[in-house]
């Protein structure tokens, strides 16, 4: 079993930033692939960014290519989002998961946090 935890999320102007931070527990961090996605509201959740367990393999989102950046500290078992040059169309409750693939599909992924709601305003 593995619990997420994300916060960091909040109201932010159109061009700001944000980072939101994913904190782990339970079976070993290092182990899984993490995943970050959203859902906008009436809208399927989408992926955002993945990274790799050893953070040597990263995905982006073409919409956010560029602007977040996906990290993670198995040390402190927390993964992050570092989101830049934020867009009215970012806002969204953001996700974060972890599994044994990597991947990009919500299907390679087992265990979700709970979400964090990030709001960018015009």
């Known amino acids: 079993q593995v619990q997420l935890v994300e916060s960091g999320g909040g109201l932010v102007q159109a061009g700001g930033s944000l980072r939101l931070s994913c904190a782990a527990s339970?079976?070993?961090?290092?182990?899984?692939?993490m995943g970050w996605f959203r859902q906008a509201s009436g809208k399927e959740r989408e992926f955002v960014a993945a990274?790799?367990?050893?953070?040597?393999?990263?995905n982006y989102a073409d919409s956010v290519k560029g602007r977040f950046t996906i990290s993670r500290d198995n040390a402190k078992n927390t993964v992050y989002l570092q989101m830049n040059s934020l867009k009215p169309e970012d806002t969204a409750v953001y996700y974060c998961?972890?599994?044994?693939?990597?991947?990009?599909?919500?299907?390679?992924?087992?265990?979700w946090g709970q979400g964090t709601q990030v709001t960018v305003s015009s």
């Open positions: 998961a972890a599994g044994l693939t990597y991947g990009s599909s919500r299907y390679s992924y087992d265990y």
């Open positions: 990274i790799s367990w050893s953070g040597g393999r990263i």
């Open positions: 339970g079976r070993t961090f290092s182990s899984y692939a």
